[in-house]
């Protein structure tokens, strides 16, 4: 522990300039493992029998074998280990592939744009769209039907029976993941790439004559990687270990095993908390067994490819694989825009039976009247993801800022614990911080929810500010302090200003973040405080699409409104300061 | 089938007429000491009770949300409506507050309850002292009528939980589809065969899904008494055999294969809607009407019971042990019992929740109110509904769907 914390906190801090700042990292640090750790323990106890409340009050392997004599077990851990797996495997090669074959081009530049509106959409807004999208009686199934007609066939009165949604093999599960976690890799590899010299280093290759996508594969993707090592576990830890995706677009005999774990915890039967307790320790075992295994296919391909990266196959031109990959990210675009489009075609809805490829009768009824109701969560949602992004802004600057000041760099190692929050799943240390927050009397306040968002809102937001922020010239600081100002005034009217695009950009991420949580909301919450997305994930089961439309299609136009504002305002700001805006 | 009525009833009658005596004794006792209810009102005002209940429809909704500004416009009390996906979420996060020795300002002060979570948290203790007796307004229960009012799935509800409204099973299909659906369990069977994949039920535990296991198997078994004693007392492989294998016959023939089931009631009257499937059910007859009325279903759809009765039951509202505001949570009950609440409640334009009042108890205008409530298209008459069968022991729901789970769940 005393190495990495050292690592965060600088390894020879010079504290002249402001020794109050050197406590930032460390209560950085301490709000996020501090609860995860307290949470871990607050579950392992039960899993070994141990709940004074319900009668457990010494240690015995009775959960246990109940979990492994569970019938469900078998079928959970397989599909979600194979959901898990693919989702994310897919998910890294389509956006690999898709930078591969396409860097430098336009189609690159345009998905970077939309890369933004992407990641703010909620895993459930999203979810909740596919699953209309691929039902038998889908959007998919009417617009075909609509075509058909139009060209004379016979449509049947009947949807065919397709079982695309919910499919017992999780098909639907791993392909609504992976449209979710590509973007999110995207980013992250190109905020990367930003940091490895692509143009020079495939100039070099393409000049002894590699083929453009071989090009790339062989000299930019080794070295892009390393770099985006972390954000490819965090997505195979979250594809393992995901809930309300899982509860939308998953098959349910069985479910996955963190929705076979909730479904346990909230069992009218209390005595199965215990061996929901050991299932959500079992869910922490696989999902870190999954990193494992991921680390050792990992080092197997780099020592299988090694020959074949130095035997100097220049490959062709890659025209297949630009084919393939445009293809792939055209439609999973077209698929994210449809699956929010449908949401919003809903709310608008009053009568829209099969086969009808459109609403028969359009209304906003569903808004006039369930806009009341919506503004009580909406609020929720709204001050909570503002309140815990600008929190997780505030420790990210502290942090960078005591960077700066102390001259140091954090380690990878530190960048581990970072992602603590991301890699330990959810429902694995969640139950145990609940009564961890129930006994300070903390449950169902604002301080308890902006606190268990603030855990996941903080890595996003430290990994979307330290690169520009370090990648900020160092001599306008210099230059500054040189012309008298104070550390603090140059914090405030140099550096701040100059990062104001990035440090938007930051929070509206943040706040994203926020507005997606699920499983926190629902433990931390204790139902007093609900928010946009679980209001959406517990509709999803009422069955009016209207107003699960327009509470999905609410939940992402949050978010989206804080990206655009995060763009807008450093526009409208520095209007007159053409110098100022990069 | 007479005689095993007479029979459930020989059991019944002492625990029937014991709640009676102890509901209209107390009753008269509330009435006589209006000064006690007073000091109850007294104490209510001015607090905030956070009433927990499933939150899946959109009617339930609205319909609180009136409830809610009326005891506050009255009574100053503030209902705050805690909208759960499952209310066993509730009963786990109150059994959390226990754990953590919070023996009050628990989080949760009035919640939507019945059955087996009623029945699991009496057990565990976790719901206070009887309240039900002091509510003015219980007087006017039609205990006498029906006994699920006081006995909750064959658990004496003990004054813990005051009944709110009627449930009874109802199926519905779409006359512009289907001519004529099969009225039994066995005739179900028979017409999925004919026609697969045009029939499905929500998946267990999903409270609809679990009431099709006993609706099937009270008509099935060989042994119907056994299910109106705790599930240990009886030979429940025996007992559920025939069951299992009418599910085993049943389910290649369902929706999907029988492979994937919904997650939730609500969802069979979508999949009605989307052509999906021919036949749905709910547990309110006036549900096809109102979503009618909504939008959600065509006109053409109607509703029929089938031969031999359906499942029947009550829903009720109760105050956690831990509770903040009890008295603010009494008061509210006690509202949702008043005769202008369920009329209100039993109005198919509003929510179509049968009331559990008993019409000779109540003032002629407040007769009115419920004569002048109009019958929607799909609605039956309530003599067409037949009498309701009960509802097994609490016991029986979770044996029912732990079986289920092992052999369909995997």
Known sequence: MAGPLRAIAGRRPRLRRGPWMGFVPWLTLFLFLVPVLLGLVGTWLPAFGYLPALGGTGLSPEPWQRLFADPSLPGALLLTVTTGFLSALLALVLAMSVLAAWHGTRLLRAVRRFLAPLLAVPHAALALGLAFLLADSGWLVRLAFAAGELMGLAVPRRPPMLGLANDPNGIALTFGLALKETPFLLLMSLAALGQIRVERTLAVARSAGYGPVTAWVKTVLPQLYPQIRLPVYAVLAYSLSVVDMALILGPSTPPTLAVLVLRWFNDPDLSLRFMAAAGATLQLCIVLAALALWYGAERLVVRCCRPWLSAGGRGGPGRATRGVSGLAIGLAGAMFAAAILAMAVWSVTRRWRFPDALPAQWSAATWAETLPVLAWPAWTTLWAGLAAAGLALVLTIGCLEYEDRAGVRPSTRALWLLYVPLLVPQIAFLFGAQVLLVLLRLDGTAPALIWSHLMFVLPYVFLALSDPWRALDSRYARTARCLGLSPGAVLLRVKLPMLLRPLLIAAAIGFAVSVAQYLPTIFAGAGRLTTLTVEAVGLAGGGDRRVIGMYAFAQSVLPLAAFALALAVPTMLYRRRKGMSP | ?410
């Open chain 2, 1 to 410: 089938m007479v005689r095993g009525m007479f029979r459930d009833l020989a059991m019944w009658l002492p625990a029937v007429l014991l709640s009676v005596c102890v509901a209209v004794g107390g009753s008269a006792v509330a009435r006589a000491q209006g000064g006690e209810w007073q000091a109850v009102l007294d104490e209510a005002r001015g607090q905030t009770v956070y009433f927990n209940g499933w939150g899946g429809s959109d009617r339930v909704n609205d319909y609180v949300a009136w409830a809610a500004e009326r005891v506050l416009n009255e009574y100053g009390v503030r209902v705050r409506h805690v909208r759960v996906n499952d209310i066993a979420e509730v009963v786990a996060r109150i059994l959390a507050e226990k754990t953590a020795g919070r023996t009050e300002r628990g989080s949760v002060d009035l919640m939507w309850i019945n059955g087996e979570n009623f029945a699991a948290m009496k057990e565990n203790g976790l719901l206070g002292a009887p309240f039900v007796d002091r509510l003015p307004n219980f007087a006017l229960v039609d205990t006498e009528a029906r006994p699920t009012t006081i006995i909750d799935f064959s658990v004496p509800t003990d004054g813990l939980e005051a009944p709110w409204g009627m449930a009874q099973v109802v199926f519905m299909y779409d006359t512009a589809l289907l001519d004529e659906p099969p009225r039994s369990i066995t005739g179900l069977l028979a017409w999925a065969r004919d026609d697969p994949g045009r029939f499905t039920y929500p998946q267990p535990p999903d409270f609809l899904g679990t009431t099709f296991l006993k609706q099937a198997l009270v008509v099935l078994t060989g042994d119907r008494d056994a299910l109106y004693r705790p599930v240990d007392q009886a030979d429940f492989a025996a007992v559920t055999e025939p069951l299992w294998d009418y599910l085993d016959a049943l389910h290649p023939h369902l929706w999907r294969g029988g492979e994937t089931f919904p997650q939730a009631g609500p969802q069979l009257l979508q999949l009605l809607d989307d052509a999906e499937i021919d036949i749905a059910f709910n547990f309110n007859p006036n549900e096809a009407s109102a979503a009618i009325a909504d939008g959600l279903l065509p006109e053409t759809v109607r509703t029929y019971v089938l031969d031999g009765g359906t499942i029947g039951n009550t829903h009720f509202v109760a105050i956690p042990f831990n509770a903040q505001a009890r008295a603010g949570a009494m008061v509210f009950a006690d509202f949702l019992l008043s005769p202008e609440a369920q009329a209100r409640k039993a109005d198919p334009r509003i929510w179509g929740d049968p009331t559990v009042l008993a019409m000779d108890r109540l003032s002629p205008e407040e007769r009115a109110l419920f004569a002048a409530l109009p019958r929607g298209p799909a609605t039956l008459p309530p003599e067409a509904l037949g009498t309701p069968l009960l509802e097994p022991h609490a016991s029986w729901t979770g044996a029912l769907e732990a079986e289920w789970l092992a052999r369909y769940g995997q």
